[in-house]
C-alpha cells in the first residue's frame, strides 16, 4: 500500500509531463529563427520583441480558460495563471507592454499563424497541420 | 523655419499614421475593508468603525498604439481617500526609439519604490498595499520626461529608467491645503534581475518647496528677530532633497522573500530625515500565499534652535518653544508587523486578508492593530 502511495505520484507527475509534452510551439514555416525555452519564454513575457532574424513578433494567446494555455504557462514560462496574470498587469498598467491578442480556440491560431510569417503560438500537438512549423 | 518644418514634418507623420488607431480598455480595482481592533486605535486612515471607502479605488486605463513606435497611455484612478475624485496617475505619449530604448514624456509614475510604477494595481502584489511605513512619501506622480533602457548582460536582465520633471500636485498637511514645488526632480532607478533574484537602487534630488502659513508664520519671526539661519532652516524653500531607495526580491520555487530600505532627507527644512525599511518572506500553496511583513520608520529631526537659549526675549522664547514643538513633533521610531494571505480564488480577482501590528515607540497611544481584507481584480 505504501508503495502504492508512493508509485501514485510519480505516476501522476508522468502523465502530466506528458501532457505537457502535448503542447506545441509553432511559427509561420517561413520563419528560420532559432527559437530555445528561454527565447520563447521571454516573447510570451513581452521581454523580447524580436526574433533572431530580426523582425518584430506578434505573439498570440490562447484565451485563459483555455487548458492548452496553462499547461504552456507552466511549462515554458515556469510561472501559474495568476503569476502570469500579475505579471502582465505590470507592464500593462505601466504602459510598458500590450496584452497579447487572444483566440478563442486553437483553429483560429493555426490559421492566423499560418498567414502571418511574424506570429507565434502554441496549440495543442494534434491540432498542428502542415501550414506552421512546430519549433519546441 | 526650422521650426515650422519640424511642425510639418509632426503633421505629416500623424497624418500618414492609421487614421483608425485602436484603443484598448484596461482596468483594475481594489474593494478594501478594514477596521482598527480597539476603540482607541487609529491606523493608516481606519479606526474602529469598519470602513470600505478608505482603502478602496477604481482606475481605467487606455492606450492606444500609433504605429511607428509611438503609443499613448491614460490612467484615470479614482480612490475612496480621495472622497472618489478621479486623478490622472499617467497620461503619457511614449516612444519606442529601439527594442530597448523607451522615451516617456507626460504625466507619468516617479520610480521611487520597487512597487511604484503599479503602485495601485494590487493585483501584481502580496499585500492590499506595499508597506506604509516606507511607501509614504506625498508624491507618487510627476510631469516630466522620462527614458528606460532595458538590455540584459548575459543571464541578467538590467532595466535603466532615468527621469527629470517637477511635482505641482496640490496635498494636505498640517492642517491646510498647499501648493507645492518640487523642482528639477533628478533622478534614475536601475534594477537588475538574475533568475530568482531582483536587486533594485534608486536615488533622486529634487529642489522643493512647501509654503506651509505655520512654518512661514515662524520663519517670519525669526528674520524679524534677526535669525536668518534659523528663519532659513524653518521655511521650506527651495531646499535640496535626495531620496535614496535599495530593494532586492527573491523568488524562488514557491519562496517570495522581498526588502526595501529608504532614506528621505530634505536638508536646511524643519522636517526630519526619514529612514525606513521592510522585510517580507512570503510561502505559496498551490493558490494560496501566506506573508508575513516587519518594518521599522525612524524620523530624526535636527533640533537647529537648540544652541539659542531661553531667555532672551520673550518673543524669542515664544518662537524656540513653537519652532521645537513642531521639530520634535516630527519625530517618531515606528515599528509593525502584517500578517496576511493572498487567495487567488478567480482568474482576474484575488482575496486578501491582512493584519498589521503596529507600535509608536515614543508615544504608546498611538499602538494599533488593524484588520483588512480585500478584493482586488484587473479586467
Redesign the interface.
Known sequence: MKLFLKAFPLLVGLLSSSVFADVAVIVNPSNNSELSKSDISKIFLG????FSNGESVKAVNLK??SAIRDNFQKEVLGK???QV???W??L?????G??LKEFDNEKEVVSFIASNPNAIGYVDRSKVNDSVKVVN | MKKKLAFTSLIAALISLPSQAEITFNGFASIVGGTTTSSNDNLYGYDDNFDFKEGSLFALQASSDLGEGLGVTIQLAAKGTDDWEPEFKWAFLSYDATDELRILAGRQRAPFYMYSDFLDVSYAYPWITPPTGVYDLIFDTYDGLSAIYSTSFGDVEASFHGIYGRITDKFDAFGETITPNVGDLTGLATTFTYDWLTLRASYFIADTTMPFSDLEGLAHGWSQAGFEDVANNTRLSEDSSSFLELGFQINYDALIIVGEYTNLEIENSPLAEEDSYYVMAGYQFDSILVHVTYGVDENVNDIYTSDIPYGLHPDIDFLKGATEGFLYSQESEEEYVTVGVRYDFHDSAAFKLEYTDFTNKNNNSSDAGLIRAAIVTVF
Request: net charge positive.
Open positions: 521581454k523580447s520583441k524580436t485563459s480558460n501559474s495563471k495568476s496574470k500579475a505579471y498587469s505590470k500593462i498598467f505601466t504602459g510598458k500590450k496584452p
